[in-house]
């Protein structure tokens, strides 16, 4: 059951790595500090989940588990992150941006190498829809949660300006958009014949393939459009209780494209 470990942790590091992306949407200097340290203490939890699963399954089941360079990738990451984390309770300008920089670099490159190592097959174009599905999927992840956590920050700053949420609101249509072309081009690839034996994974898994699209992406994009209409009032606690909603259907697409990817080797 390693694949399926590896599967549901990666959902966590791509909430750990797209959260750490999702912090740079918003104006550090127009937000109080506090925002930004609970928001990084939250993704760094799901880089623990994520990454430090991938670090204990490497070191409690071996290299086949988890290859020893995703392994230091993951740890790489999770110290950066951490130092970063820290830097927020000082002023140190550019430790800070290079501590930043650094984690969300190693990050990403985790992000990729964990795509490949989890896809099946050789096939270099089957790699890099992997490699586009994770980072898309991070992004998505990231955007909507830190949505949800920048509404929450409206009942602690009632005088805070509108703008920032709707960064943030912006920076997570486009994230679910991107999301939704790359599964299409995922889906449009098995339906052209990616399999190598002339077999698609939507011979078996039509139906789950279907309900990740649905329950994700297309969910979210309708709840996107309720929350512009709120924002334009605007009325942020319902905005945020709206990206509560949209947290969940992002999350439950994600599992749902990681149990696709268990059954059949495919990203989605």
Known sequence: ???????????????????????????????????????????????WVGGGGAIYLRVSRGAEA?????????ATFLVLFGGYLATLWGEAVRARARLYAASLGVGLIALCVSAVGITAGDSALLDGLAILDVLAGAAALGSVTSGMLIGHWYLIDPGMEIEPFRRCFRFFVGSILLELVVLLGVLA???????????????????????????????A??????????????????????????TLAVLVGSFLGRYFTFRTGWPL
């Open 1 to 47: 059951m390693t694949l399926f470990a590896r599967c549901f942790l990666l959902v966590f590091c791509q909430l750990g790595v797209g959260g750490l992306l999702a912090l740079a949407v918003p104006p550090f200097h127009d937000i109080a500090r506090g925002y930004f340290k609970s928001s990084g203490g939250v993704f760094l939890f799901s880089a």
């Open 66 to 74: 988890v290859g020893t360079g995703e392994m230091l990738l993951w």
């Open 189 to 219: 690839y098995a339906v052209a014949g990616g399999g190598a034996s002339g077999e698609t994974p939507l011979d078996s898994y039509g139906a789950l393939a279907g309900m990740r699209l649905l329950l994700g992406p297309v969910a």
């Open 221 to 246: 994009l309708g709840i996107a459009a309720l929350t512009a209409r709120v924002l334009a009032i605007p009325q942020t606690m319902a905005a945020t209780g709206l990206f509560y909603i949209a």
